[in-house]
């Protein structure tokens, strides 16, 4: 996460500039020592590999939301990164849709995210295969891509 790396980089900007720090008032000796490299910091982001976002939606999920029942499969928010993807695997008995997806059972569906923006989803069951209307009470979910 963000958080740690910014930690490791406070650490080692610290660490660099503590011994310069105490012989700041001192006055350099020249040297015939071969010239060191120093470290620098820099204001552009370290690449970072792309993550994969694993999900199952568990066998029994659509007699579940058919009932009415709250299902933890997806996540109603998710924050990803450019180069993230996530992946979904249906191991229930029916066609499961999340947002733009027909995930049909034993199918598993991928998507990269390419540029920042939001993606907004419903999440509902319907074994028609067509377009279906969601019920009023349909679960949501939002995935913020960062840049």
Same mark, same amino acid.
Do not use: K
């Given at each position: 996460?963000r958080p ?28 015939t020592?071969p010239?060191?490299t120093?470290?620098? !910091? ?15 939606i568990p ?17 109603r928010?998710?924050?990803?990164r450019?180069g993230d993807?996530?992946s979904?695997?249906n ?14 059972p034993?199918? !598993?569906?991928?998507?990269?995210f ?9 999440i ?20 913020d891509?960062?840049?």
């Amino acid at each position: 996460m963000r958080p740690v790396r910014s930690a490791g980089v406070a650490l080692a900007v610290g660490a660099t500039l503590g011994p310069f720090a105490a012989c700041g008032a001192e006055e350099a000796t020249p040297t015939t020592e071969p010239a060191t490299t120093q470290a620098t !910091t820099s204001s552009e982001p370290t690449p970072r590999e792309g993550v994969t976002h694993e999900f199952v939606i568990p066998e029994g999920t659509a007699a579940r939301l058919e009932r009415g029942e709250y299902v933890d499969a997806i996540p109603r928010s998710l924050e990803v990164r450019v180069g993230d993807r996530i992946s979904v695997r249906n191991d229930d008995s029916e066609l499961a849709r999340l947002g733009i997806f027909d995930v049909w059972p034993g199918e !598993t569906i991928s998507m990269a995210f390419n540029t920042p923006g939001q993606l907004e989803g419903i999440i509902f069951s319907d074994d028609s295969g067509g377009c279906g209307v969601p019920p009023p009470d349909v679960e949501t979910f939002v995935i913020d891509v960062r840049a």
